[in-house]
């Protein structure tokens, strides 16, 4: 009967222990956030600029933050999420990035069937993650489509590289990413720029 009890005990505590790492973690939430320091008024005649379709690998298409091992290994986290996957909150914070850098373009969902744009922007992401260094790397082939001509202009793969401080901080990690896409931001306003608004001026 001695016996017996001890291992009641031992039983008991056991489940103890389990209920108290369980209840212990707290699961929190992140979020991308806009790198353009000021929002531009959009001019009367701005050119309008549909967002999309970006595509996501299916690995990113969870709440989950995914943290890379290797090439070929990622290990997903539980407890820290996105607010939203990023295949919705990306798009919406790039178009917030690019309109914040131009008053002469207006950027609007690819799916608003009652705007007619002058170009569109298409993207197809194949890695947007952080190992456990903090090396975030967003990878992306993208390319804006003239909507007159149904020309491509410049398509390409682009990789962004930032460091997250410290590494294996989720907050952290959360400003890198946004950061990648501010890069990226900044990439397309520059074509945008160069071979569409300068050509068209120049004609």
């Keep these: 009967m001695i016996r017996s009890g001890y291992l009641s005990i031992a039983v008991c505590a056991t489940m103890l222990l389990a ?21 531009a008024s959009d001019d009367p005649d701005a050119m309008v600029l549909a967002l ?17 091992s ?15 996957p990023l295949d919705k909150s990306m798009p919406r914070v790039l178009a917030g990035n690019i309109d914040g850098l131009m ?8 799916t608003n069937r009652a705007v007619v744009a002058d170009a569109r922007l298409y993207a ?28 491509i202009i ?27 896409l501010g890069q990226f931001s900044r990439e397309i306003v520059a074509l945008i720029q160069a071979r569409i608004l300068n050509a068209e001026r120049n004609q």
Excluded: H
């Design 19 to 39: 209920a108290c790492t369980t209840t212990s973690s707290t699961t929190r939430f992140y979020q991308l956030a806009p790198t353009a320091t000021s929002v």
């Design 52 to 68: 999309g379709p970006i595509t996501f690998p299916d690995y990113l298409k969870r709440p989950q933050m995914v943290k890379r």
């Design 70 to 84: 290797s090439q070929t290994t990622v290990s997903v986290d539980e407890f820290n999420r996105w607010s939203e």
């Design 103 to 110: 008053s002469d373009l207006v950027v609007v969902p690819f």
């Design 124 to 151: 197809s992401v194949s890695q947007f993650d952080s190992d456990a260094s903090g090396r975030t790397v967003l990878i992306v082939q993208w390319g804006i489509t003239q909507t007159e001509s149904g020309v």
């Design 154 to 180: 410049a398509p390409r793969t682009d990789r962004y590289v930032t460091q997250a401080t410290p590494a294996n901080d989720p907050a952290a990690t959360a400003v890198a990413m946004s950061d990648l």
